[in-house]
């Protein structure tokens, strides 16, 4: 079994900065890509940004040049420092993880969520 818990989330005026951190725990051999998602209300889930464990990045366009993913393997976590935060960023962001079992099961962990709202 495999658990994702986050922390950061929060209420923060237009141009401010959040951090979101994400740890995983459980039956885990190995994480290969882990990241972000986001869903506003009315719309689907997008990614974010995510980041492999060999280091490759993918940040949707709407973030690039604002968010930054980081995580430590060592660890099981991944962070996402958001900066210059636009009201268009609040979401219900989630942590996502690919993560490789202890009993070589593969699998998609997801966490619960935490609230961002970004006041204009």
């Known amino acids: 079994q495999v658990q994702l818990a986050e922390s950061g989330g929060g209420l923060v005026q237009a141009g401010g900065s959040l951090r979101l951190s994400c740890a995983a725990s459980?039956?885990?051999?190995?994480?290969?890509?882990m990241g972000w998602y986001r869903q506003a209300p009315g719309k689907q889930r997008e990614l974010v940004a995510q980041?492999?464990?060999?280091?490759?990045?993918n940040y949707a366009d709407s973030v690039k040049g604002r968010f930054t993913i980081s995580r430590d393997n060592a660890k099981n976590t991944v962070s996402l420092q958001m900066n210059s935060l636009k009201p268009e960023d609040t979401a219900v962001y989630y942590c996502?993880?690919?993560?490789?079992?202890?009993?070589?099961?593969?699998?998609?962990?997801w966490g619960q969520g935490t609230q961002v709202t970004v006041s204009s």
């Open positions: 459980g039956s885990i051999r190995s994480i290969n890509a």
């Open positions: 996502n993880a690919d993560i490789m079992s202890t009993t070589w099961y593969r699998l998609t962990g």
């Open positions: 980041l492999t464990s060999g280091g490759t990045t």
